[in-house]
Each structure stands twice: as C-alpha cells, then as structure tokens.
C-alpha cells in the first residue's frame, strides 16, 4: 500500500489561508469518509486536527477545515497564525488497515 | 486526564531483541484500541500496527506484518511492540496512540519512545 499523496511544503503569510491537499485512491481516500487530518511540531508527537473528513476534536480552532471530492482530501488553515507553522499529516482509513500521508511542512511566512 | 505512557529510550545492536511498552491511564483501557507509528528520522508517520486489550485482536500494516509483533496485557492496561531481531533500519521514533475503533482516528498519542540500533 502506498502513502497519501502529499504536496512536501505549503506556505502563507499571517492572516491568510493555505489549503493542503491529500490524494489516494478509490481503495482509501474515495472509498471511506474516514480521513483525518495531523498537526506535529518539531519534537512533538502528532495531534488530531480533523477527523472523518471535516470533523473537528474539541479544543480545535475552527480556523481548521477538512473536506474531500472524490479521491482527494484538503485541509484548510485559515488566518494563519505563527503557532500553526509545522508538518500535517493525512491518514485515511484503507479496509484493514490505515494509511498516512507522506507529510507537508506548512511555512508561515 | 487521559494519558498514554511510553517506556523510555532504548539503544541497541542489530540482532538484538527488543520490547518496548504503553500505559494507559485516565480512561477504560479496554474499551480502545492501541495502535503503533513509526516515524524514522527526518521522516514521516507510517501506521504498523492496532491491536484490541479487549480480545487481542490485532492488524498489521502490510509493511510491517512479520517484523514486529504488537500485544496486549489489559491486566495491567499495557500495549508492547518487540521485536525479535532488530536492524540498524529499525532506528526510528515510536509513538503509541488511541482510537476507538479500527477505523477511527488516533485521538490520543504516548509521547514516543526513541529506539537507536547501532553496532
């Protein structure tokens, strides 16, 4: 099984908004309404962001947005803040097991 | 507090066997899976493994079915991750995480046990 496509680095300046895309196959992405979405700083383990596509965990900005068409997903930051710069991750739900994006190192400028 | 606890750093040789562990805690341990990543360095997030306390049911990722081997003890609210001989390619950071259900996200992640093998 291969890895999410991922774009390898996304950047905006504060108070902007920046969309990362996340691309798989009907097998994964467009098969199940099951993406999520990983916020990790340098050293850090990752965090939930966003979860069955558009989903947000309690605690989470609502600057934070998730949606999908077909077999790609995307993860909108809006109004960038400097704290929001670090690597996102996609993971999509594949039948038996999971896969993870190959990750985007999200620049705030 | 919900809290996953991951043992401690690790440094070994190749051929060596390693276990390494994750402590759940503030929660009904049973009532989640547990699930491994490795993320090695510099690198991204790869999904190995979840596994069930509640019945030991577990799935591996493709890529890591007959390399590593995850386990539970629900007696004691603990998930392992070994190894029976580890590579010098094995050297990565694990992290421990929760989910509800297989298909479910990871909502809550250990803070990752540093594995180095080197001779």
């Known amino acids: 099984q291969s890895a999410l496509a991922q774009p390898p680095s996304a950047s905006g300046s504060p108070g902007q908004s920046v969309t990362i895309s996340c691309t798989g196959t009907s097998s994964d992405v467009g098969g199940y309404n099951y993406v999520s979405w990983y916020q990790q700083h340098p050293g850090k383990a990752p965090k939930l962001m966003i979860y069955?596509?558009?989903k947000r965990p309690s605690g989470v900005p609502d600057r934070f947005s998730g949606s999908k068409s077909g077999n790609t997903a995307s993860l909108t930051v809006s109004g960038l803040q400097v704290e929001d710069e670090a690597d996102y991750y996609c993971?999509?739900?594949?039948?038996?097991?999971?896969?993870f994006g190959g990750g985007t190192k999200l620049t705030v400028l | 507090e919900v809290q996953l606890v991951q043992s401690g750093a690790e440094v070994k040789k190749p051929g060596e066997s390693l276990k390494i562990s994750c402590k759940g805690s503030?929660?009904?341990?049973?009532?989640?899976?547990i699930g491994w990543v490795r993320q090695m360095p510099g690198k991204g997030l790869e999904w190995m493994g979840i596994t069930n306390p509640h019945d030991s049911e577990t799935r591996y990722s493709p890529s890591f079915q007959g390399q590593v081997t995850i386990s539970a003890d629900k007696s004691i609210s603990t998930v392992y991750l070994q190894w029976s001989s580890l590579k010098a390619s094995d050297t990565a950071m694990y992290y421990c995480a929760r989910l509800y259900s297989s298909w479910y996200p990871f909502d809550c992640w250990g803070q990752g046990t540093l594995v180095t093998v080197s001779s």
């Open positions: 503030g929660y009904t341990f049973s009532n989640y899976w």
């Open positions: 993971s999509s739900y594949a039948g038996s097991n999971t896969v």
């Open positions: 069955e596509v558009s």
